[in-house]
């Protein structure tokens, strides 16, 4: 070889280097491996004819997209560039039923079957890694790959073990010989109806030796009854929260399922949280429920951006970083109500702090204004009103430094129309719901995403229950809120074609909040609306109504994938400028993400936009 | 039909064959993608300072196969390091002229040339060896024009390689020598056969009106 051998395949090389796994070989395989490619052109749109039988190959892309698809069309894999297909063949010596369909122009590169082996039989990493790609197409594409972060984690991964039950009728005696055996401080009280208490170490000091009861009695005479629980698939921050708030160390684990039943799962301790403490989102709200100034409050909330950014970098989940990054915000809201109640004594009546859009939502990102309110009891009177103002006046001053900015639109506690009792707000909302004109909807829709962060359940349930009782079947609300919903298009023309931004400051993107999220929001807005559900999350009210007939279950998840890549774009946006420096804002330029995201994001689109058109079959008929 | 036939210069022998190549499929062919690093634009005065070839055989770009060749015969790099970055140290260990042509010479049998402009590279060659001034060479940047002319498109300004590649979604290389600008011109060849001819057979004849 002359001197110049090396230099003769340097593009090729220098390409297959940022490949994983060619980056791992050694530097004459890299050359044998650069020397043996070959180089094709593929046009868009067609479906060149690359697998033959008699001469497998590893194809490489080295520019555009491909997709691979089996016999029967369905997709296998998408490609782009630094993406291989092809392998499965080379792997496994069986015939090839897949075909290549050319998304967007590229060149391929291929290296022929005799190198291929020779490269596995000499590097075991390389062997391994064609091994574990094959291993994954085979447990098929699952669209968003598994993700275990301590973020992220659930009650049930920390659950350790089965339940520990006892009978409400065993005696106090044998439910002590029980924990001791099982060497557990808390036991799961069950009738033959399910779950109906808990018994703790404590209760039986407190409530039995102390109080000298004899140890015959029933347990069901010493228990907690009607315990508060959490589901087994809530985040392991939000089972914290449910224990900070009321106060408690023991929280049984609930399966729910679709019908509402509960099948006990487990029981989870303040000491398998602590356990867990380590990640930071449990950490700042642990202070954040600690802290006893709105001073200290700020200083927490400027680990948000933080936080917000290494979830980001970690790829956690659209829907994963909102309810992280709102429960963060819940858990200051909530303090900053206990602080001002130190500070201006207990309230005179009951009373809902309440949470509109993304906070009711849970799905806060950067960049969050405040939007909220007040529920009061129908018993207030007119000299109440200077307790709640105070009270709205300090959580909304002390969210405002916490940089959840006053709502530009004055929704929040400290305006007197959103400081009222029950019978105004229902008043409100009915006339929203019965004389509803697009415009007012315009501005009102927020409000139908409520959620309590703070107070008394029963207040708010009533709101709720009547609001929901109110939509459902009123078509002509339905209609003017889906008039408004179709307002806002994916920026997706007839040819699907990105529909960009002409002019000004964000010339050549689009708006990935206006026509990207809020579309799918809106939808699933309005089928809650329509069926009472009481889901506030977009995902989950989704899932909810793909349980009834209004919406087909395939539709639902189509939709909820489509929103959490949406999602996902944007916050890897946002996640993109905190990085450089900038202020996270919602102007994706298609420019800005691979060309694989691209076609991703078309598709996602795509599917928002045929869901519009169900929307408006289902609830404007005939009436505009 | 194919008048500058006349213009072609083969080697002896070598007529049969390319008449037949004419009619045959382009993925059916082998050509042999060339560029050239020089000191000047100008062929009066400026020298070759590298050649760079990559062979397409069947359809298919065979980098592997390519070379790049230094030539230490030259007046001095002057003023055009800037673009290509060839120090006149770097040819000190080049080749001779004799040897480098006698290389290309033995790569090109059984193949065409492929050029981007070619009749500027053909000019350089031709003052080493005068059969490279009737010779038909295969030219990207002709099929370029003559495609762009029949779109009625702006042509000036659109036609250096970079830009060429562009318009057919072709990445971009950093590297800029001999050997890089060849596997780039082999490249946009294949895209612009598949964008004019797509799936469908193209005679080399055909090829070479698209390049006039």
Redesign the interface.
């Known amino acids: 070889m002359s ?2 051998s090396s ?6 090389e220098q390409f297959l280097l940022d490949c994983v796994p060619f980056d791992h070989l050694e530097d004459a395989l890299l050359q044998r491996a ?10 868009q749109g ?1 479906t ?1 004819n690359l697998f033959q039988e008699e001469n497998p190959r590893l194809f490489i892309v ?3 997209a491909f997709e691979i698809r089996d016999q029967n069309n369905a997709l296998v894999d998408q490609v782009d560039v630094g993406g291989y297909f092809g392998f499965p063949s080379l792997l496994t010596g069986h015939k090839v039923t897949n075909h290549c369909v050319v998304l ?4 391929l590169y ?1 290296i022929d079957e005799t190198t291929f082996q020779s490269l596995r039989r000499e590097n075991r990493i390389f062997d391994r890694f064609f091994n574990q790609a094959h291993a994954k197409r085979l447990r098929q594409a699952v669209r968003f790959k598994e993700r275990n972060s301590q973020l992220t984690e659930t009650v049930a991964d920390v659950i350790s073990r089965s339940p520990i039950t006892i009978h409400t009728m065993a005696s106090v005696r044998e439910a002590a010989g029980k924990m001791t055996e099982e060497r557990v401080s808390s036991l799961l009280v069950v009738t033959e109806e399910g779950l109906c208490g808990v018994l703790t170490d404590r209760d039986l000091r407190s409530r039995v030796v102390a109080a000298g009861l004899n140890f015959d009695v029933p347990v069901a005479e010493v228990m907690t009854t009607d315990p508060i629980t959490v589901a087994h698939d809530a985040m392991l921050f939000e089972a914290l929260m449910i224990m900070s708030t009321h106060n408690i160390h023991h929280l049984p684990v609930i399966d729910l399922d679709a019908s509402g039943k509960g099948q006990i799962k487990g029981i989870l301790t303040a000491t398998d949280v602590i356990k867990h403490q380590r990640s930071e989102p449990v950490y700042l709200i642990g202070e954040a429920s600690r802290v006893k100034d709105r001073a200290g409050l700020v200083q927490i909330a400027r680990d948000i951006p933080t936080l917000l950014r290494n979830m980001i970098a970690r790829d956690a989940r659209a829907e994963e970083v909102g309810r992280v990054v709102t429960t963060v915000t819940d858990a200051i809201t909530r303090q900053l109500i206990h602080q001002a109640i130190e500070q201006l004594g207990e309230p005179p009546v009951p009373f809902v702090w309440l949470a509109f859009g993304s906070q009711g939502r849970q799905e806060q990102s950067a960049k969050s204004d405040q939007d909220n309110g007040l529920l009061l009891s129908n018993k207030v009177k007119p000299e109440h009103d200077t307790y709640f103002k105070a009270l709205a006046s300090y959580v909304c001053d002390g969210l405002n430094e916490c940089g959840y900015v006053y709502c530009p639109g004055d929704i929040m506690a400290t305006t007197d129309r959103w400081r009222q009792p029950l019978e105004k707000w229902q008043a409100c909302f009915f006339r929203w719901i019965d004389q509803p004109s697009p415009k007012a909807l315009m501005h009102s829709s927020i409000f139908f995403d409520m959620r309590m962060i703070y107070g008394e359940e029963p207040l708010f349930e009533e709101l709720q229950d009547s609001v929901l009782e109110r939509c459902q079947g009123n078509s002509i609300f339905l209609a003017s809120l889906t008039h408004n919903a179709l307002q806002l298009t994916p920026p997706l023309s007839f040819f699907k074609k990105f529909v960009l931004t002409r002019d000004g400051e964000h010339k050549n993107t689009f708006d990935m909040k206006l026509r990207g999220v809020m579309p799918v929001t809106d939808i699933a807005r309005i089928y809650a609306l329509a069926t009472g559900c009481k889901e506030v999350n977009t995902l989950k009210r989704l899932q909810q109504i793909s349980q009834g007939k209004m919406l087909a279950l395939k539709d639902a998840r189509d939709l909820c994938d489509a929103y959490e890549f949406i999602s996902h774009l944007r916050l890897e946006h946002q996640g993109r400028k905190m990085a450089a420096g900038e202020k996270p804002d919602n102007y994706l330029s298609p420019e800005d993400v691979s060309s694989l995201s691209r076609h991703q994001l078309k598709d996602a689109f795509d599917v928002v936009s045929r869901s519009q058109s169900g929307l408006k079959l289902k609830f404007t008929r005939g009436m505009m | 039909m194919f008048q500058w036939l006349n213009r072609l210069s083969l080697g002896r022998g070598q007529e049969d064959w390319f008449v037949k190549a004419l009619n045959k499929d382009f993925r059916e062919l082998e050509f042999l993608a060339l560029d050239l690093e020089l000191t000047s634009l100008d062929p009066q005065s400026g020298d070759i300072l590298s050649i760079g070839y990559v062979p397409i055989i069947e ?6 196969e ?5 030539i230490s015969e030259h007046s001095g790099v002057g003023d055009s390091a800037i673009i290509h970055g060839i120090r006149d140290c770097d040819t000190d ?1 080049g080749h001779t002229m004799e040897e480098a042509l006698a290389e290309l010479h033995q790569a090109r049998q059984g193949r065409v040339l492929l050029l981007h402009h070619a009749s500027l590279d053909l000019a350089f060659l031709a003052k080493h060896d005068n059969s490279y001034s009737s010779l038909l060479a295969v030219d990207t940047m002709r099929i370029e024009y003559q495609r762009r002319n029949r779109q009625g498109q702006a042509v000036a300004n659109s036609l250096r390689l970079n830009q060429c590649r562009e318009r ?4 971009t ?1 950093k ?1 800029h ?1 001999a ?2 600008d060849a ?1 780039a011109t ?2 946009l060849f ?2 612009q ?3 004019m001819g ?2 469908e057979r193209m005679s080399l004849g055909e090829v070479l009106s698209l390049s006039r």
């Open positions: 001197e110049e230099i003769e395949v340097q593009e090729i650069a020397k043996a490619v070959k180089i094709a052109y593929h046009r067609t060149p080295r520019s555009g967007e122009d590229g060149l291929q | 359809g298919f770009i065979c980098p592997g390519g070379r790049h060749c230094l260990d057919y979604h072709l990445p290389y590297a020598n050997l890089t596997l082999a490249e294949l895209a056969m598949s964008y797509g799936e």
